[in-house]
């Protein structure tokens, strides 16, 4: 039997070509364990006879009958895991280079999480991008001003790709994915964050970062997706509050009720529905109608 160091998961639908490039990127190593967990992916599109990965030593496929999203298959993926750190991957993105030599360096650190820079591509034209510039400033920060940016790391680094996660951590919390249709990744990343003991950076551009026109996060936002935002995101502003830690809020908060405002003048269902799930997160009735009256004014403006 395999002892793992480490475990990659990779949620995919629909883009095996995408998905190849992604295994491709990952060094074949004995302690590897990769799982791609596949969401339903229409027969049409991908041939189950070939799918990528099968013919090679380590990976295991996971195959879902039913469409849950990336943050189903994340979790489904976390139940198999058997190494001793985890590493996320979209399958649309891939590793850079150095990862080979990072997994040497990292088998046996102490640390809970180490948190990577990432580089970014257009998927087209190879064009570099400033995609995830945000989130290298975290780690520049970081550098020089250890305080500020260790909130900003542990709390606001919302993606579970460019870090290496103990599996222990994860274990030992019960921390798991939220099985929204997007915004998924945000629980567990602030989660996880706040839970580590020891972290580190490192300043080698661990991921690649792929912008694609066609991707979850560039489709059109139907109304059960804009609740899963506000849900998700709801859920982050009570726990960031009884942090008392200053965590950045005014952001998330307007973009809740923007969302909500969007609901309240198209679909009055889905309103109720949304008013609701602030109100047993934790949001008073006060708050949400202050949120609203901001969040028209605003659009006046």
């Not at 030599?101 to 650190?109: M, P, R, S, V």
């Not at 998927?123 to 909130?151: A, C, H, M, P, Q």
Request: net charge positive; glycine share 4%.
């Amino acid at each position: 039997m395999n002892t793992f160091n480490y475990s990659i998961i990779i949620p995919h639908r629909n883009i095996p070509d995408l998905l190849q490039r992604c295994i491709n990127s990952i060094p074949e190593r004995e302690d590897i364990q990769i799982i791609i967990v596949d969401d339903n992916s229409d027969p049409e599109i991908v041939n189950f006879s070939s799918f990528p990965g099968q013919n090679r030593k380590n990976i295991e496929i996971l195959f879902s009958k039913t469409r849950e999203g990336a943050g189903f298959a994340r979790n489904l993926g976390l139940q198999i895991t058997k190494g001793k750190w985890l590493l996320f991957a979209d399958a649309d993105d891939f590793f850079n280079d150095c990862l080979n030599k990072i997994l040497d360096e990292y088998i046996n650190d102490p640390v809970d999480i180490v948190y990577f820079k990432n580089n970014s591509i257009n998927n087209v034209s190879n064009e570099k991008l400033e995609r995830g510039d945000w989130l290298n400033k975290f780690i520049d920060i970081y550098l020089t001003d250890l305080r500020k940016g260790e909130k900003l790391l542990r709390y606001l680094f919302v993606v579970p790709w460019c870090k290496l996660i103990k599996k222990d951590l994860i274990c030992k919390y019960s921390i798991k994915f939220d099985e929204t249709m997007i915004n998924n990744d945000i629980t567990f990343s602030y989660l996880s964050g706040f839970h580590a003991n020891l972290i580190k950076t490192d300043l080698r551009e661990l991921y690649c970062w792929v912008y694609r026109e066609n991707s979850l996060s560039r489709q059109k936002e139907e109304p059960a997706m804009i609740l899963d935002k506000i849900s998700v995101h709801a859920k982050a502003i009570i726990f960031y509050k009884k942090l008392h830690q200053g965590i950045r809020l005014k952001k998330m908060w307007l973009e809740i009720f923007y969302y909500l405002r969007i609901l309240y003048l198209n679909d009055k269902l889905f309103y109720k529905k949304a008013k609701k799930i602030l109100v047993n997160t934790g949001f008073s009735k006060i708050e949400i109608f202050l949120g609203m009256t901001i969040s028209f004014y605003l659009l006046r403006r």
